[in-house]
Nanobody, 114 residues
């Protein structure tokens, strides 16, 4: 089991930017598939972005061109840079780490509103 702690959420105006961070507890972080999911009120949880141990990335269509996922294996940390934020991006964002099983963080709230 990997312990994950997200940070960086908050309130931002439409068009603004935020960078989420997720610190992992395991020193073998580099072997994990890392991801960011989000869940808006009344909606199902959805995959936002993922990054493999080799750095291959995948994005939901709704965030392509606006969000960037990256990882720093030396710091056991994965990031989600979010630009051109929209009210529809408002949600709780969760970090995940997957190998044989998937571990979840507790989430961080992102609110996009004027």
């Amino acid at each position: 089991q990997v312990q994950l702690v997200e940070s960086g959420g908050g309130l931002v105006q439409p068009g603004g930017s935020l960078r989420l961070s997720c610190a992992a507890s395991r020193s073998i972080f580099s072997s994990y598939l890392m991801g960011w999911y989000r869940q808006a009120p009344g909606k199902q949880r959805e995959l936002v972005a993922s990054i493999t141990s080799g750095g291959i990335t995948n994005y939901a269509d709704s965030v392509k061109g606006r969000f960037t996922i990256s990882r720093d294996n030396a710091k056991n940390t994965v990031y989600l840079q979010m630009n051109s934020l929209k009210p529809a991006d408002t949600a709780v964002y969760y970090c995940t780490a997957t190998r044989e099983t998937r571990s979840w963080g507790r989430g961080t709230q992102v609110t996009v509103s004027s």
